[in-house]
């Protein structure tokens, strides 16, 4: 499976972004696709994820500012981040799960600064 992450980029905080990744190659075989970030010298940290049946789950930072959404028909998962603040600022990478292996695309920067 192969991921392609785009939407990243500079915003004012309380703004709004989307951020989407298309996965390709053996995309039937996916159980999960999400969302994680992170910060240089800081780990990799969960921001949000989403399962085959659609059944969320966020980060408990991001919660009732950030929505996941995943369209089948287009092998794509969307991050629409919304109220966005300073410390969102992250390299936000997305991932598909195929029966426990991860993979990974490349990452996209988003930067929430005034």
């Known amino acids: 499976v192969q991921l392609q992450a785009s939407g990243g980029g500079l915003v004012q905080p309380g703004e709004s972004l989307r951020l989407s990744c298309a996965a390709s190659?053996?995309?039937?075989?996916?159980?999960?696709m999400g969302w994680y970030r992170q910060v240089p010298g800081k780990q990799r940290e969960l921001v949000a994820l989403?399962?085959?049946?659609?059944?969320?789950n966020y980060a408990d930072s991001v919660k009732g500012r950030f929505t996941i959404s995943r369209d089948d028909a287009k092998n794509t998962v969307y991050l629409l981040m919304s109220r966005l603040r300073p410390e969102d600022t992250a390299i936000y990478y997305c991932?598909?799960?195929?029966?426990?292996?991860?993979?990974w695309g490349q990452g996209t920067l988003v930067t929430v600064s005034s």
């Open positions: 190659g053996s995309t039937a075989r996916i159980n999960v």
């Open positions: 991932t598909a799960v195929i029966w426990g292996s991860s993979y």
């Open positions: 989403v399962t085959n049946g659609g059944s969320p």
